[in-house]
């Protein structure tokens, strides 16, 4: 429930990089981040996405989908690319099982 605000306060006192700590703090929900950083964007999106190959259920906070998620659009990620980057996925999982 805490872990991305819990790892954005670790971060900052680690000195790390705002755009670390805003990537841990938003990379399951990008609220009201503005702008939103296209690593912010990147990371938001295979979370999401990595979420859906899993077969886990969506975000039981924001319920997020990756196919209605905010990075898709800033991104431009088509459905057909989605199906291209699920098929490369699938070929490495089952080279590197």
């Known amino acids: ?3 991305n605000k819990f790892g954005g306060k670790v971060l900052k006192k680690w000195n790390f990089d705002d755009e670390y700590v805003q990537i841990a703090s938003y990379h399951d ?3 009201n981040q503005y702008p939103v950083s296209r690593d912010l964007q990147v ?3 295979a979370n999401l996405f990595a979420k859906q190959m899993a077969n886990e259920p969506p975000d039981h906070q924001t319920g997020a989908r ?4 905010e990075s898709i659009r800033l991104l431009g990620i088509t459905p057909d690319m989605m199906d291209k980057i699920k098929g490369l996925v ?3 999982m ?3 099982g």
């Not at 990756?66 to 998620?69: E, H, I, L, P």
């Open 94 to 96: 089952t080279v590197y």
């Open 29 to 31: 929900d990008l609220g």
């Open 43 to 45: 990371i938001h999106f």
């Open 66 to 69: 990756v196919k209605d998620a």
């Open 1 to 3: 429930t805490y872990h």
């Open 90 to 92: 699938d070929r490495q």
